[in-house]
């Protein structure tokens, strides 16, 4: 690479023009879902019965009856062609984690004849090959085929870039004999069983209650990297981050990029992913400065959460496509520059009733708060049972290097409430003796009658903590910003719903053993509150003591993926998934293997891409720079110059010596490591090595890069710095 490209990115970026793509002047409210089908679509082409079994079917999310599909079809290609679309695809989410498209053409051939078509059958389920995606082992070599089939329950769309329109409809993605392969339908089965167990739990209270959906808020945080500089990082370019780079001087220490002005070009591209957002029925409603410079975010609206994931990951396919066209590269890895913040997908998840209350926010009157507490409980014992899955359910190359410093959460899982209810829960384990109990009133007996009207604030945000509730939701802070969000939404989905069925067999029995149904409500949620004490943690998640108080409470501190990924495995995960009917056995071992083979993969491709950086690049800058300090030295011990002078330009040359041989050293060790660790038999055995013995090399020879960058002359530095990457747009 010629030395001087890295200036001449700069002085190209210096000289940019905001080019705006010129976008339509539409109000707002009639571009947004212009590109979905619909229910006002619907009405449009269907006829009033076709659309009333449509909508039924999209609302219980059942698979389409044959005697509509047809017509469904029909109404589908209309409504497409009339919007100049021409060709369709299925759209899913194979365990890449990213979403997966094969276009076919409305386009055939009719007695030579060109015609449009597009039948039931292609719209109810298609069959892309599925030899290349991952399986964990669920299909032999000669098993390839894989069936796509509607997720009714998620609006068709178009998805439209200057090159043309794409009818796009969301699908599950399962093997020739059955079992899922991908991330959607797992979700799908957490969806229902959430809704039977906590539309139960509902009656108890309130019979009108007929329904029960799991509700999402994303919050994507992201990075924008100028492309002059990206296509200049090749660790960047293959693995989402930055492997080796100094600290800026200045980075976040001032705090003043977070909501900061937005920067004229960043503007631009976040104007113009909004308005394709909104096309596509995407609510997007905030957009700033995050906290790194750089960095920045943007979310929606709540969503039921299966519509929420899907809105997710088109946004990223939106994000990417418009930053090309303003000439950045969005990176959505969880860590891409050491020393500053990383990037999250914070998850905020609630359950919404189809009389439009939000379960998880507290009332005015003591019965609707004690359904609230019911559920409140609910959520926290839930995660005190099976902390060890949440934290696999976010376990990723990428978020190891996150999570436990600058505004991540610790690895640690752990439930933050606020102190308001922290007292509440105090009191129903230990009612104040000051209030005088009165049978007809259990709720002041048990001193939650005073519940605040402003409750809903009472809280405060503990970043610190990943897992946290902030008013009327649970915010799941430790879900990394690349992550496809249907893993831990899933796992999240299936504890609940699980805690749910035996608090409702619990209240149901003692009613039916004479119980007061309030009393055996405030019974089995006051056996939530002492079970889950453990996991309740209202300090700051950094402190060194958290450590070891989260030990004594009995609490994981997992930091590597392959450990994290072993509690999918254990005998009560198994049992969890298998009896909930979330997994088959198979399936998930299958997930299991797919996730270690990903681990393993990033790490190989990491510890490679750093090895040809640090070997073609920056070395060779190393050894020229060492040559031409001693061909000085020598210069000037021949004109017996100050002897000072030549002591120190000897220690200059130590020390860059002293580096060269340690990265020399530990490049052939750990590729040795590799050569050993690729000969074991087991993945897990693979996945841990990795972790224990060669993520450590990648630190160590960044650190020594790192103090060479800090040595060499900045003009013959090949990469892009942090310093440029950062604050040059």
Known sequence: MNHSARQQAIALIQNRKIDLPVLPSEDIMDVFGSHVFSKKVMLHYLSQDIYRKLEKCMESGESLTRDIASPVANAIKAWAID???????????????????????FLEISEGEPIYNFSGEELIQQEPDASSFPHGGLRSTFEAR???????????????????????????????????????????????????AATKVCQIFDKQIQRVVPTLGMEQEFFLIDEAFFNLRPDLILTGRTLLGTSSAKDQQLADHYFGSIPERVYAFMNQIEHEAHKIGIPLKTRHNEVAPGQYECAPFFEEINVAIDHGLMLMDIMDRAARQHNFRTVFHEKPFSGINGSGKHNN???????????????????????????????????SEHSDLLRASIASAGNDQRLGGHEAPPPIISVFIGSELTRV?????????????????????????????LFLD??????????????????????????????????????????????????????????????????????NVMASKSIRFEGDGYSPSWIQEARKRGLGHVETTPEALSSYLSTQSLKLFTSLKVFSESELRARYEVMLENYIAQVRIESNILNEIVSTQILPVAFSYEKELLENLQLHHQMDWEEDFIVEGKEMVKSLRVRIEDILRML?????????????????????????????????????SDELEGI??????????????????
Request: aromatic share 10%.
């Open 668 to 704: 052939k060790d750990m590729q040795g490591e590799k050569e050993r660790i690729e000969k074991m038999r087991s993945k897990q055995e693979i996945a841990t090595a990795y972790a224990e013995r060669i993520v450590p090399y990648l630190n160590k020879i960044r650190n020594q």
């Open 712 to 729: 060499l002359p900045d003009a013959r530095w090949p990469l892009p710095k942090y310093r440029e990457m950062l604050f040059i747009k």
């Open 349 to 383: 998840w609630s359950l919404q009733s189809n009389t439009g209350r939000n379960l998880l926010s507290p009332g005015k009157v003591p019965k609707d708060n004690l359904m609230f507490l019911a559920f409140f409980t609910s959520v926290i014992r839930a995660v």
């Open 83 to 105: 919007n100049g679309v021409t060709h369709f695809t299925h759209w899913f989410q194979p365990l890449t984690g990213l979403a997966a498209e094969k276009h076919e053409s």
């Open 146 to 196: 894989g069936y796509t089939a509607w997720d009714s329950s998620s609006p068709v769309f178009i998805f439209h870039t200057k090159y043309g329109k794409t009818l796009c409809i969301p699908t599950i993605f399962v093997s020739f004999r059955g079992e899922a392969l991908d991330y959607k339908i797992p979700l799908l089965r957490s969806i229902s069983l959430l809704d039977n």
């Open 458 to 527: 009472n809280t405060d945000r503990n970043r610190t903590s990943p897992f946290a509730f902030t008013g009327n939701k649970f915010e799941f802070r430790a879900v990394g910003a690349s992550a496809n969000s249907s893993n831990p939404m899933m796992v999240l989905n299936t504890i609940v719903a699980d805690q749910l069925i035996k608090f409702d067999k619990l209240v149901r029995g003692k009613i039916n053993r004479g119980r007061k149904k309030e009393l055996a409500v405030l019974d089995a949620i006051k056996e």
């Open 425 to 453: 829960l105090e009191e129903i384990v230990s009612p104040p003796r000051k209030k005088k109990a009165n049978a007809n009133n259990p709720y002041l007996k048990l001193g939650i009658s005073k519940i605040p009207e």
